[in-house]
């Protein structure tokens, strides 16, 4: 027997000093104290985008790898969807009965109108540059799941259809649906809610392309999560299916018997009773609500949840606040209790986005 045949036993299997022992490690998916071992990414080229697990200063262990070209064009389409509508608010939005009604009556009114606008620009830039691509492919998804309704009840509300009731309520004015005419603010509007919905397209074709994910440290936490989710998104339904500003009842004296009566007006109407488009697109922002609500607190990593439930947070809370520029801006209208539910529900989405942006798993 030879001296080199005689090699066996641990000298045997001991690696050689200063050989890589990653690459079995890698393969096995553990390391030698049995704890997982995520895959690595490489620095080709000294792009700014790619990010190694070894070294990586984040808390959550977060791999990030080459993010696709789809998910940088989703990430621009998603600027250009909140550029165009922050300047929507400004042009005139409807011609109605000879009326011209705009969306920006003030600063409490741009302000609102702003909010969505303002944070499409934020996620989108921030996805372009690469760095947590997930969490803007998360959020252009679920913006674009409830601009689908909005987009719908934005076309009833430019049309002039004679199944429309007499008086409604547009941008917080009380008007006589004698005639609708478009304007420039109205299709800038449209097509700002068109855009949302064609980056959502592109990140869903980018998302299963995209290399990013964590240690798990929100896990133990999602069932708690989900289930508030789901409440608070049970709770915007129903207050959506109310007007968050209404017309007051009117008490009137008949002057003869002095007997007096309540007499309702018209006023703005309830997400589903609107007829059309209107009630398509009442219908698709309220399941919109409730299935994002579902599954936004499922997505990984962590910070594609914290994308999600934004995007949930910014739509309900704009829709909260609509309801109390409406009763601020306009004399006719008092601010209702699901108009006071909306706002807290998009309070407690934000809650929840906050909760999820904190939670770390401590080494």
Known sequence: MSARDARTGAARDRPAPGRNTDASRTRSGRSDDGAPVLPSVRRSGGSRDTAAVEGSPSPDGLVVGTVPFAAR????????????????????YLVVGGRQISQATGVASVLVALLVPLLHIAVGAWLVRGAVPK?????AGVAATLAVGEVLIELYRGSSATSRPGVEVIAGERVLTSSVAVGAGWVLGVVALCLAVLAGLCAAVAWGRTVMDDRGSLDPARSVLAGAAVLLGVSAVLSMALPAADVPAQLVTDPSTGMQT?????????????PGLALLGGLLLAGGVLL????????????????????????????????????????????????????????????????????????
């Open 73 to 92: 064009l989703a990430g621009i389409v998603l600027v250009l969807a909140g550029l165009v509508g922050a300047v929507a608010p400004f042009p005139t």
């Open 292 to 363: 994002c609500s579902v599954v936004a607190p499922s997505l990984r990593p962590r910070l594609a949840t914290v994308g999600g439930l934004l995007a949930i947070s910014a739509v309900v809370l704009a829709d909260g606040l609509t309801g109390l520029r409406d009763a601020v801006v306009s004399p006719d209208l008092d601010w209702t209790l699901p108009g006071v539910v909306l706002v807290l529900t998009g309070l407690g989405y934000a809650g929840l986005t906050a909760l999820a942006w904190r939670v770390r798993r401590r080494a």
């Open 262 to 274: 309540v007499v309702t007006r018209e006023g703005p109407q309830a997400l589903l009773e609107r």
């Open 135 to 139: 969490f803007g492919l998360a959020y």
